[in-house]
């Protein structure tokens, strides 16, 4: 089991950054791919960006390549989006979410773990 939490979210104009966090505990941190996925209203989860084990291999959806950067650093258990160039189709709530070692895709339904989410909003 790993437990996430999200921090981060907020209110931004457009054009603004913010950066999101997401601290994990439980089994070994660095044994996860991290992926983050946002929820507008109204709209199904979507995949934004994951990042391999070691922090090597990252991969985005096409609306944020470019735009947002993952990182993660397995000595403080921690994952984090920087995004920036922020536009007001990015307004959703951000998850947080852990899949096995050796996954790679996109697909929510192979991350086991989740976060609670955070909001993140941004005006035009």
């Known amino acids: 089991q790993v437990q996430l939490v999200e921090s981060g979210g907020g209110l931004v104009q457009a054009g603004g950054s913010l950066r999101l966090s997401c601290a994990a505990s439980?089994?070994?941190?660095?044994?996860?791919?991290m992926g983050w996925f946002r929820q507008a209203p109204g709209k199904e989860r979507e995949f934004v960006s994951r990042i391999r084990w070691s922090g090597g291999s990252t991969y985005y959806a096409d609306s944020v390549k470019g735009r947002f950067t993952i990182s993660r650093d397995n000595v403080k258990n921690t994952v984090y989006l920087q995004m920036n160039s922020l536009k007001p189709e990015d307004t959703a709530v951000y998850y947080c979410?852990?899949?096995?070692?050796?996954?790679?895709?996109?697909?929510?339904?192979?991350?086991?773990?989740w976060g609670q989410g955070t909001q993140v909003t941004v005006s035009s």
């Open positions: 979410a852990a899949a096995h070692i050796y996954y790679s895709g996109t697909d929510f339904n192979q991350y086991a773990y």
């Open positions: 439980g089994r070994t941190f660095s044994s996860y791919t």
